[in-house]
């Protein structure tokens, strides 16, 4: 029998725990109770990790398409097609033509090497990580306004925060851990304040629930940025040292106005003045939304940061934003260059200098050209310029925005996948490349409050499975590339060269305590806490966001229809069907709706004459479909949310509306039965 | 009871005497931090066992009721089904059991070995153990803030259900057998005869750590199985609870008399089939759930309210002749929102207060 | 301890041998245990037991006998919701799966000596019904009157119509039959099956007798309200108590509710006891 601490790799909190494992086997998984982020406690993904990694349902053997048919291959026979594709294609093609998308869930060393293996060893940007759309929002608004695209403080640190805003994540069902940080800060006195469309069971701690309509962030984050104003409650001091931008964000918050607010938003003026007001008296004020959450687009993060910035809640104890990645390595795939067009730690591609540096350290010559991202490359119709899709540990299924697998693979000459078990997308594969899994093999990850931590390796992997980085050496050694990296810890070094805040992040550092949060560097060996608390560092920005119009509702579609994204995440996700519990309780719903639910407040139903489970008609100016009503108090009245896994109704109403960020005006009708 | 003395120095002695015996000793390890574990010992780890540290996180329990385990194969070849049980049962003792886990085993016992039916699975592998209970007297490190035994009445020394009992007198331990096993132990040369001082002595520890449990809220404990028992606690009260409770599991899993499971198959090749059976959690929404759409227990607030009825009702305590509370403070510690027993005994006579206050 | 404890969680191979449609989604298959000892002993099983069916790689699920230790077929009368019906459904005659039980407490037909005895059903809910009635008749001497009040929510729906027409037929013994919805062909009362208590020439027995309720939550609710309206006693009026279960045999906890667990102080509950039970039904 043997304890390892090691890192959950579920979600993005990066829950340290315990395996235990006896005659190679992993039979224990348990909470630590030192781990700074969840102090004993871990969720019911965490409690049930063991069943996975001793799942023998696993893939053992790589797969290649012979005759139509997957059949088990040599390594040497599978690297070897693999390679020899890559380059008949990219010669007759041009590097383009070929497209790598990971999980969000990969490791820092697997999505460093992927994408180096595109820029460097293809000569394509085309690389992105699989997941929603809108993380890509929260990057780009945070590195435009406070030049980190990262969660600013920890989540430990919510203790030390007297205001809590949560805006829009459901914590409890998304990530427990915070979920908890969060009531368990409340309980000691910290006063906690709800934004969001849906009731969950954080709301219900709540001190002040704003239950706000959908798509109406904006306009309420205005209204409070005015109340602030006009109570005198902006920290002006900070503002002058530390800000730029200020008057151009005064001149278009003049426009809000509380009352105007209050009847858009649906809550009432009362409410988002004390909403403000408390927020701004707040000694250590932290703002918890997620990256990925739906319909997020970048004027609402860009509304929550002005708030931020306005009040100076950022570089003290508790005080700060902590924008909540969902999956386990959002973070690290992030920061290690899965974007099409950002190189490893954020520079664009089209910054030569950046790029010169990267291609003196990869002795090689890097693409220019931003790369598509993963929606329009899966999705850009039959005169696709892609030919072949590598895949790790990607799987369409759980990505919202992305069609089934059938169909979608048609058009490829070659697809790739590293898998664990065979998925939906691996069945359409022509080569499939098994992997080891967590527990059998020592790569890092990075959390949603920056942490980098090892996941540690405690039992041998079954014979011949190999990490995803070690399959990418030995492919990009065929194509000629002179890649050798003896063990993740040596990717990890090269990291370090590439990306500066990473660059102390040895194994060896990070092995000592519970990972480091970056930046890590040479000089800050043990990482940071919280960011900006040099109150000399550097300038924030003020984005300025104009009064959204008034959107007026026509009477014959008095609902506002709106598209999941990751409400659902983990019902669909691979690990979680090959766990008996986890795949009961995430799929639960699925017993009462075998095929699957909208969701319909309550009170509405009343007023519709409609009983849970009914079949209704959604009804728009673009097309209509028919679902099974799921009537929960949990949506909001006058709101319809269509999980996005429910891909028909997508399908009848998207086009012709626009894309599954927008809300779409709805009417419900009961089918006779 | 017999009880006997040996040197501070000569208290691995008897990991060794174990060990020489055959048995696979479980003994307590710190981790990083303040994580601790119980965890085999070897020639190379032997030195490094801890006597006084935070009881283990992960529960003894799983030495008798693993996490996981594998009850049967089944074989299908030619229209024939072949089904096998699989049995595992080391020879084990856990050297440095805390007295509330040792009451968790005995309400185990209680549980799967009483009634008309007995789980062979937990025989075969309790038959096979050892219990080496190890007073907590160390207000230091031996005791949480979260621990009270006191209140459930299972330590922090326990009365009986051990084969031996250790307990530290300062530069002595004192060992006091509870069965023929534990018994024969005493017979080892490291063993000499206690006096009445010792004893005294003994006596004296008990009395002055009484003072270091701080959890003094539970003293209402019994109030609360009244409570309990009796459908006084309303159901404003269980949502308050249930409205705290994010569903992970963790007040079960960490719970040393906690015994539900579920059974799932696993596909091990084409022809063969394992049914493996793995801790399962009333705080769960599938926990009850049937096929075809029926949720008896669909408000987490009746899930959470089952557990404490489960734990707390005079009803169950006299089925099984034990409560299924051991006063360990684990699901205090594991609770994402504070409602661990403790908290619940409060939260039970805050309630009752009010009501009868008005 | 005893000497020699039984797995009690090991099924044994049973053989399939014949699958005959009982109403839409629900078959009755017939079975044996491929040993023939294994046999003889389950065969003496008390009407509303139940056994546990394991299809291997599938998981395990419980199902009520329907059939009377006095008759010389053993078989499960099936819907199918879920994957373990559904694997059970998928195989043919000849082909095995595995047995193990019979479970739980069962009716204690005994104490109904010289009752008389009212079945009330409701869809499937006569399933676990068929096994007393079949053993009442067999006992016949020592019951009165034996009701039996029937409903579905259409005529396909009524399980086993040929034991009820051969029942009918016997001295002593009135059968009332009701559906929701009629189609053409049918004759018969239209209504909840409560509504069959009220109807001319229909008078319940109530003064010592026993009443047998099986059927979905909402029937179960109404049916139960007419009876204590008409007088019965809480006590006189028996059930079957239906929970998601892994062991059958007390340890696992998914059944338990209340004060009991399903599988071992039931599944089979007087009214007064379901009622202390504290639990949604």
């Known amino acids: 029998m043997a304890h390892q601490l090691t890192t959950c790799t579920y979600c993005g909190v990066g829950c340290g725990l315990y395996l235990e494992t006896t005659d190679n086997q992993v039979i224990g998984a348990y909470p630590s109770v030192s781990h700074p982020t969840n102090q004993g406690r871990i969720c019911v993904r965490g409690w049930h990790v063991h069943e996975i990694a001793s799942s023998p349902e696993r893939l053992k053997k790589p797969l290649l398409r012979k005759k139509g048919e997957l059949q088990e291959v040599s390594w040497d026979e599978a690297f070897a097609f693999v390679a020899t594709r890559l380059k008949q294609l990219r010669e007759h093609y041009g590097p383009d033509s070929i497209a790598f998308l990971n999980s969000p869930r990969c490791s820092n060393e697997d999505a460093y090497l992927l994408q180096k293996f595109a820029r460097a060893v293809i000569g394509t940007n085309n690389v992105d990580q699989g997941s929603s759309v809108f993380c890509n929002n929260s990057i780009d608004v945070l590195l435009e306004m406070t030049g980190v695209p990262a969660a600013s403080t920890s989540v430990a640190d919510l203790g030390e925060s007297d205001v809590i805003v949560v805006d829009g994540v459901d914590l409890a069902r998304r990530l427990p851990t915070i979920g908890g940080a969060v009531i368990r800060a409340k309980l000691r006195g910290a006063r906690l304040i709800v934004i969001g469309t849906r009731r969950h069971r954080v709301a219900e701690s709540a001190d002040l629930f704003l239950q706000i309509r959908p798509g109406t962030e904006v306009t309420l984050y205005g209204a409070m940025a005015k109340v602030i104003l006009d109570r005198g409650l902006a920290n002006l001091a900070f503002i002058k040292t530390r800000c730029r931008n200020y008057e151009d964000f005064l001149r278009l918050v003049r426009e809000y106005d509380l009352l105007q607010a209050a009847e858009v938003c649906g809550v009432s003026a009362e409410m988002i003045e004390r909403a403000a007001v408390t927020y701004a008296s707040a000694r250590a004020a932290c703002v918890l939304y997620s990256t990925s959450m739906e319909a997020r687009s970048r004027e609402t993060i860009r509304a929550v940061v002005n708030l931020v910035l306005l009040t100076g809640k950022l570089g003290r104890p508790g005080a700060g934003i902590l924008a909540l990645n969902e999956q386990n390595n959002l973070q690290g795939v992030c920061d290690l260059g899965m974007l099409p067009d950002r190189l490893p730690g954020y520079q664009p591609v089209t910054d030569s200098a950046a790029r010169a540096r990267l291609e003196a350290l990869w002795k090689a010559e890097l693409p220019a050209a931003p790369g598509l991202r993963a929606a329009s490359l899966l999705t850009n119709g039959h005169n696709r310029t892609v030919k072949a899709l590598w895949m790790c540990h990607y799987d369409p299924a759980s990505a919202a925005g992305v069609e089934e697998a059938r169909g979608l693979f048609e058009d490829f000459k070659l697809v790739v996948s590293q898998q664990l078990f065979i998925t939906d997308a691996a069945r359409y594969a022509d080569v499939v490349l098994p992997t080891t899994a967590y527990g059998e093999e020592q790569v890092s990850f990075t959390s949603t409050e920056r942490r980098i931590q090892l996941a540690q390796k405690v039992v041998e992997p079954v014979s011949g499975l190999m990490p995803v980085w070690q399959q990418l050496t030995r492919v990009a050694s065929l194509l000629g590339a002179n890649w050798n990296y003896a063990s993740a810890a040596e990717v990890m070094d090269e990291i370090g060269q590439a990306v500066p805040f990473y660059s102390g992040a040895s194994y060896e550092n990070l092995a000592r305590e519970y990972g480091r949060q970056w930046p890590c560097t040479k000089d800050q060996p043990l990482g940071t806490r919280y960011l900006f608390a040099d109150s000399n560092g550097s300038k924030f920005n003020f984005a300025p966001v104009a009064k959204p119009p008034r959107v007026s509702t026509a009477a014959e579609y008095p609902f506002q229809l709106f598209f999941g994204s990751s409400l659902y995440y983990w019902t669909q996700d691979v690990l979680v069907r090959h766990s008996e519990t986890l795949k009961r309780e995430y799929r639960i719903l699925w017993l009462d709706y075998p095929d699957g639910f909208v969701e319909i407040n309550s009170e509405d139903a009343k007023g519709l004459g409609l009983r849970d489970g009914q079949k209704i008609t959604l009804r728009t100016t673009a097309g209509s479909a028919e679902a099974t009503a799921r009537v929960t108090s949990e949506v909001r009245s006058g709101t319809v949310f269509v999980p996005y896994f429910l891909r028909e109704v997508e399908k009848k109403i998207l086009p012709g509306i626009g894309d599954r960020s927008q809300l779409v005006p709805v009417r419900v009708e009961k089918v006779a039965a | ?358 | ?281």
Request: with cysteine; aromatic share 10%; charged share 25%.
């Open chain 2, 1 to 358: 009871m017999k009880a006997r003395v040996l040197a501070k120095t000569d208290v691995l002695a008897i990991v060794d005497l174990l060990r020489k015996q055959g048995y696979e000793v479980l003994a307590p390890f710190c981790g990083r931090g303040r994580d601790t574990y119980f965890d085999t010992v070897t020639d190379a780890n032997r030195d490094r066992i801890q006597l006084h540290l935070p009881n283990p996180y992960y529960p003894p329990k799983r030495f008798v009721f693993p996490h996981i385990e594998r009850l049967m194969k089944a074989e299908r070849s030619n229209g024939d089904l072949r089904i096998e049980p699989t049995y595992e049962a080391p020879k084990r003792a856990i050297f440095g059991i805390r007295s509330c886990d040792v009451a968790g085993i005995y309400h185990l016992d209680r549980f799967f070995l009483g009634r008309e039916f007995s789980d062979i699975y937990y025989e075969k592998r309790r038959r096979n153990l050892l219990l080496v209970n190890l007073v907590c007297t160390d207000p230091e490190r031996d005791i949480g803030k979260e621990c009270f035994c006191m209140c459930a009445d299972t330590g922090p020394a326990a009365r009986d259900h051990f084969d031996l009992q250790l307990m530290d007198l300062g530069d002595e331990f004192m060992a006091v057998a509870g069965t023929p096993s534990g018994e024969a132990l005493l017979a080892n040369s490291a063993f000499r005869k206690g006096t009445e001082e010792h004893v005294a002595k003994r006596r004296q520890i008990l009395e002055h750590l009484r003072t270091h449990f701080e959890s003094t809220m539970t003293s209402w404990f019994s109030a609360a199985v009244r409570c309990v028992s009796q459908g006084k606690v309303t159901e404003k009260t269980w949502e308050e609870i249930g409205q705290r409770c994010l569903e992970c599991g963790g007040c079960t899993y960490v719970c040393p008399a906690c015994t539900c499971f579920t059974v799932t198959d696993r596909q091990v090749s084409a022809g063969e089939v394992e049914r493996v059976r793995v801790w399962d959690s009333c705080a769960l929404g599938g926990f009850t759930r049937m096929a075809g759409g029926f949720n008896p227990r669909r408000a987490v607030h009746d899930r959470r309210n089952r557990r404490f009825f489960r734990k707390l009702s005079h009803y169950f305590i006299q089925r099984e002749l034990s409560m299924a509370c051991v006063g360990c403070g684990r699901c205090a510690a594991v609770c994402h929102g504070d409602i661990g027993m403790p908290t619940v005994v409060e939260m039970i006579r805050r309630a009752t207060a009010q009501a009868e206050a008005r």
């Open chain 3, 1 to 281: 301890m005893s000497a020699a404890t039984q797995n009690v969680y090991l099924p044994k191979p049973a053989v399939l041998e014949q699958v005959l449609p009982e109403i839409p989604e629900v078959k009755t298959y017939y079975w044996h245990f491929e040993d023939l000892e294994e046999q003889q002993a389950f065969h003496k099983f008390r009407p509303g037991q139940f056994a546990q069916i394991s299809l291997f790689g599938v998981g395990e699920f419980p199902a009520s006998l329907p059939s009377s230790p006095g008759e010389d077929e053993t078989f499960f009368t099936i819907r199918k919701v879920g994957s373990c019906t559904s694997a059970l459904d998928e195989l043919r005659p000849g082909q095995k799966f595995a047995v193990r039980g019979p479970y739980g407490n069962g009716f204690p037909m005994e104490d109904y000596y010289g009752h008389d005895l009212v079945f009330v059903a409701g869809g499937i809910g006569m399933i676990p019904l068929r096994s007393c009635i079949v053993y009442a008749l067999q006992h016949r001497k020592h019951y009165d009157r034996i009701q039996i009040f029937y409903g579905a929510k259409t005529p396909q729906e009524l399980m086993y119509m040929p034991n009820l027409r051969e029942w009918e037929k016997s001295a002593g013994v009135e059968c009332y039959l009701t559906v929701d919805r009629p189609d053409a062909n049918w004759k018969g009362h239209v209504g909840v099956v409560g509504s069959l208590f009220t109807q001319p020439g229909v008078s319940v027995a109530v003064d010592n007798s026993t009443a047998f309720v099986c059927g979905p939550p909402v029937m179960f609710r109404f049916v139960i309200r007419d009876l204590l309206a008409m007088g019965y006693e809480e006590r006189n009026i028996v059930s079957t108590l239906e929970r998601y279960m892994k062991c059958g045999v007390g340890k696992c906890g998914h059944c338990c509710i209340g004060m009991a667990y399903v599988c071992v102080d039931g599944p089979v509950f007087t009214y007064e006891q379901i009622k202390k039970l504290g639990e949604e039904i």
